[in-house]
């Protein structure tokens, strides 16, 4: 079977399924249980069924399909159950995982020959995979890791954020439902109907499980690296910093850094969190920036609503960031201090200083620090260290080659853009 059938037989199924007299509530428990242990027990039966990369092709290319389809409605799941981020941007970015994330075509097997024979070198799976998902990106992170977990042949066990199961759940659901209409084993994503913080302790040390994704805040992946004996990928926090020198295109700039730092409201760890521009460009990029739907604060602005976003700021400048305005849109941040802004406002920004709490934390929210320096080098050193060694994201907008090449080096970021 090529991939042109797979996808023919999905689009068939799928489309029997929208026409389907099927009662919604057994949708919601396909792949739901009551207890970890069975949870476990039935995606261990599941992978049984993954051996053939044939079957895996099938049940990705059924992901994708069902993912895409429903990826409006998952998101409006999310920002109602969670309240936090924007309903277009989740969408853009479940369209975005269930069309992108890799399948099995990058998974190669290697071939080594020499004078005394032949050796095949192939991937094995791990059997069933732990994976452990935030209140952020819930259906998002739920199509990804069950692509990029099925393409290698493994059952997954979710353990969604609480604040998020209900939309984890339904995503996990409806990709299940999919894939077993498209011919594919019962049971490879499975969750538990309530979960909690034990649920991911007890995934971090549960026999039978070699291998835990986990994607989350520093608190939950220290705890994971802390309690498991198990292998571990993790995707934790980040302070992403952009430069922005005297060479770079300050309306391309302005508009990127705004898009950026508002998409989702700013919940993905990768977004832009404080911006480092060289003097003789700060005045002219964020009076950009203000015709990009970006709102500008003043400094007793920033004072005043400092207290509302962050707690507890430690000797460095620290601080712990308030739930409740995690991923908010600025409108509500800004009503907060008895701000109105008009009602398109994605982004608020401030100046501040390199050691101000909203530099140092990051936030998570569409509230952008902008931090003045005397040149490139100085901002590139600032870069870093605000960055704080977290080694995962920077950016920066530049014509000069040199530049890029000395932050790129210096940043040492796994993404640099």
Avoid: Y
């Avoid at 242990?37 to 039966?45: E, H, I």
């Avoid at 990369?53 to 109602?80: F, T, Y």
């Avoid at 690296?225 to 005297?246: C, M, Q, S, W, Y």
């Avoid at 080098?377 to 080694?391: F, Q, R, S, T």
Wanted: aromatic residues 2%; negative net charge; proline residues 4%.
């Amino acid at each position: 079977m090529n991939q042109q059938d797979i996808e023919q037989v999905v689009k068939a199924v799928l489309l029997k399924m929208q026409s389907s007299d099927t009662p919604s509530a057994a949708v919601h428990e396909m792949g739901v249980f009551a207890s970890l242990d069975d949870a476990v027990a039935a995606a261990k039966v599941a992978q049984q069924g993954l051996k053939s990369v044939a079957m895996r092709q099938l049940a990705i290319a059924a992901i994708r399909e069902a993912g895409e389809k429903h990826a409006r409605d998952l998101a409006e799941l999310a920002v109602s159950e969670t309240g936090m981020g924007r309903v277009e941007d989740k969408f853009a970015k479940n369209v975005a995982q269930a069309r992108g994330t890799p399948g099995v075509e990058c998974l190669s097997p290697q071939v080594l020959t020499g004078d005394n024979g032949l050796t095949l070198i192939e991937n094995a799976p791990w059997g069933v995979v732990a994976s452990v998902t935030p209140s952020t990106n819930p259906a998002a992170t739920v199509i990804n890791n069950a692509i990029s977990l099925i393409a290698a042949g493994n059952s997954v066990i979710f353990a969604p954020h609480p604040a998020a199961k209900k939309v984890s759940q339904r995503a996990i659901t409806l990709l299940n439902q999919a894939i077993v209409a498209a011919g594919g084993p019962e049971n490879l994503l499975v969750t538990v109907a309530n979960p909690d913080i034990e649920t991911a302790q007890r995934l971090f040390k549960f026999p039978g499980i070699g291998l835990l994704v986990v994607t989350g805040g520093e608190a939950v992946v220290e705890a994971a690296r802390k309690h498991t004996n198990k292998r571990l990928i993790a995707a934790g926090a980040g302070n992403p910093p952009v430069v922005v020198d005297e060479t770079a295109d300050l309306a391309r700039a302005a508009q990127s850094i705004v898009k950026g730092a508002s998409f989702d409201n700013n919940i993905i760890c990768a977004d832009e969190k404080v911006l480092i521009v060289v003097d003789s460009v700060a005045d002219e990029l964020m009076r950009l920036m203000e015709g990009q739907h970006a709102v500008k604060l003043t400094a007793e602005q920033a004072q005043q609503l400092q207290p509302v976003l962050l707690k507890n700021i430690d000797e460095r400048g620290k601080g712990t960031v308030s739930r409740d305005w995690v991923g908010r849109d600025a409108g509500k941040i800004a009503a907060a201090i008895g701000l109105k802004v008009p009602q398109e406002t994605r982004l608020l920004f401030v100046e501040t200083t390199a050691e101000h709490p909203f530099a140092v934390t990051e936030l998570m929210m569409p509230v952008l620090p902008v931090v003045r320096v005397a040149n490139v080098a100085d901002a590139i050193a600032l870069a870093v260290k605000l960055e704080g060694g977290c080694h995962h994201t920077a950016a920066m907008h530049s014509r000069n080659i040199e530049n890029m090449n000395q932050m790129a080096n210096a940043i040492d970021t796994s993404i640099f853009v």
